[in-house]
């Protein structure tokens, strides 16, 4: 099977229906675009296809391309990714591109979720409470990441310097890390692929080590990195690689 033959039998497999390559105004970008992503990175390291939507669907909602989010929230259900699962991946996106992108991103799944008879609301997931939310969230923060962040803003004034470790302990790892639906490395793996969309190259460093300790080897992380390439073009994803190698294997 040739890279065109892979692609379309890739992207029938996820999206229902065979590729038409002659369909819309300019059927040679489809076929480029198809034969690059399904018959190609789609096919890339050890990554299984539920993994590789859900990253497709994180690096759409980081990016707001919300008409291919549409697409691609059906070809993960196509290929097994729950409801849940997808809900999850959207709402672990909040801490990294803000609330505003992220209601942008749950909107259009729950429109899918919808016309494929999925009843809203779905499930609670959360596991915390007030009371709790820092405790738990530092029980998860601190065997991937120590005090980084805590040391890294200890220059600040007093009154100050506290203030931003402590909201990212309770808001990135105490209300999000801490849900269920989503396993920790799954999490960690597609926060990665979402700085690596933002080129946020310092904190994929930060994330590739911590990934590391959460279960994630390093070809996994290169292999959803090439995944993420398609998404965010070459210069975001080579630099998150290159980030990911310095890093790594300094540790």
Do not use: K, W
Not at 50 to 62: A, G, N, Q, Y
Not at 189 to 215: E, K, P, T
């Amino acid at each position: 099977m040739d890279r065109v033959e892979l692609s379309a039998a890739t992207y029938e497999q996820l999206f229902g229906m065979p590729p038409d390559p002659t369909a819309g105004p300019d059927p040679e970008l489809g076929v480029i675009l198809r034969s690059v992503i399904f018959g190609e990175v789609f096919h890339i390291g050890e990554l299984d296809d539920r993994t590789r939507e859900l990253i497709t669907v994180v690096l759409l909602v980081t990016t707001q391309s919300l008409p291919q989010l549409r697409a691609h929230t059906g070809a993960a259900l196509n290929v097994g990714v729950t409801p849940i699962e997808l809900r999850e991946a959207v709402y672990q996106c909040a801490p990294f591109i803000g609330f505003p992108r992220t209601l942008n991103g749950v909107g259009v799944i729950n429109e899918v979720f919808v016309e494929r008879g999925i009843a809203l609301p779905l499930p609670a997931q959360g596991t915390v409470t007030e009371a709790d939310r820092f405790e738990r969230g530092r029980a998860i923060q601190q065997p991937l990441y120590g005090d980084e962040i805590h040391d890294s803003f200890a220059g600040l004034p007093d009154g100050l310097r506290d203030v931003v470790p402590r909201l990212l302990t309770e808001f990135c790892f105490g209300d999000f890390s801490t849900r269920n639906g989503l396993d920790l490395a799954t999490r960690e793996l597609l926060v990665l692929c979402m700085l690596a969309a933002l080129g946020a190259d310092v904190q994929v460093s930060a994330h590739a080590r911590g990934n590391l300790v959460a279960g994630n080897s390093v070809e996994v992380q290169v292999a959803a990195l090439i995944h993420c390439l398609p998404y965010i073009g070459f210069p975001h994803a080579l630099n998150a690689i290159r980030a990911v190698q310095d890093s790594t294997q300094q540790g």
